[in-house]
C-alpha cells in the first residue's frame, strides 16, 4: 500500500470555504461513492456478475460508516489553483500529519485491471483493510496531475451533520501552513491578522505567485 512520506499535505479551496474550515477548525469529508470521479472506487473490472454485485455491497456498506478527505502532495500545479482554489482567487491549507500511515497515496492507472474478490484476505485478517484501500485509492491516469493523497476515518456520531462527517484540526492533522492565491483579493497582512485573531499565531502565511520560468507555482512567506 503506497504511504505518503512525511510532509506537508495541501487542501485547495475558495476563500469562504477557507475561512470556515480555519473559523470552525475542521474539514469536511466527503461520501466515498459520491465524488466526482464516475469511477470512483470502480476503477477494476470482476470476472463475473456475481463478483461485481458483491463489489458494490461492499463499497456501498463502506460509503454509509465511512468519509474521506483529500489532499495534494504539491501546491506547485497551476492546474490546482485554477481547479480548486476560486481561478487562484483562493487559498490552500497545508497539514502536517503525525503519523504517516493515516495518509494514502493514490495510484493511477491507465486502464482498468482484473480484480478476484477470492483472492481478498478474511476479514479477521490485517491486510483485510489493505484490500479495500486499494479499491479506494486506485483512479484513472487522468487525475494523476492532483497528486492526491487521501485520508480514510470513520467519524464520530458528534462529528456527524446530515449525511457529512468532520475530522477537526489535531497534532495528528496539524495545520502548519496557509498559502494565499496569486490573484488573492484582499491585503495578505490583514489575512495574517485574522489568522492572529482566530488561534493561528503559530500557522506560517504565504501568498503564491507564478513562476518566471516554469509553469509552477512558488510561495513567498509574509513578513509579521
Not at 117 to 144: E, I, M
Request: proline letters at 5%; aromatic letters at 12%; one cysteine or more.
Amino acid at each position: 500500500m503506497n504511504k505518503v512520506s512525511p510532509k506537508v499535505v495541501y487542501k485547495f479551496c475558495n476563500e469562504t470555504v477557507g475561512r470556515i474550515n480555519l473559523e470552525s477548525g475542521r474539514l469536511r469529508g466527503s461520501i466515498l461513492n459520491d465524488q466526482n470521479d464516475i469511477f470512483e472506487m470502480d476503477a477494476f473490472l470482476f470476472p463475473d456478475d456475481m463478483q461485481r454485485g458483491a463489489h458494490k455491497y461492499l463499497i456501498d456498506s463502506k460509503s454509509a460508516a465511512w468519509r474521506s478527505i483529500s489532499f495534494s502532495k504539491t501546491f506547485e500545479n497551476p492546474l490546482l489553483w485554477g481547479l480548486y482554489a476560486d481561478s487562484n482567487k483562493g487559498m490552500c491549507l497545508g497539514f502536517a500529519f503525525e503519523q504517516e500511515d493515516v495518509l494514502h497515496s493514490v495510484s493511477y492507472v491507465e486502464s482498468r485491471g482484473l480484480l478476484d474478490l477470492r483472492d481478498r484476505p478474511p476479514k479477521d485478517d490485517p491486510d483485510y483493510n489493505n484490500f479495500f484501500v486499494r479499491l479506494f485509492t486506485t483512479k484513472h491516469a487522468g487525475w494523476s496531475y492532483e497528486e492526491e493523497a487521501r485520508v480514510l476515518f470513520e467519524p464520530l456520531p458528534e462529528r456527524l451533520e446530515g449525511v457529512h462527517g468532520y475530522e477537526p484540526f489535531s497534532e495528528g492533522m496539524k495545520l502548519v501552513e496557509v498559502i494565499l492565491g496569486a490573484r488573492w483579493p484582499h491585503d495578505p497582512r490583514e489575512f495574517r491578522s485574522w489568522l492572529d485573531k482566530n488561534g493561528y499565531s503559530h500557522v506560517e502565511l504565504k501568498v503564491a505567485a507564478p513562476s518566471k520560468q516554469e509553469f509552477r507555482i512558488i510561495a513567498s512567506g509574509i513578513a509579521r
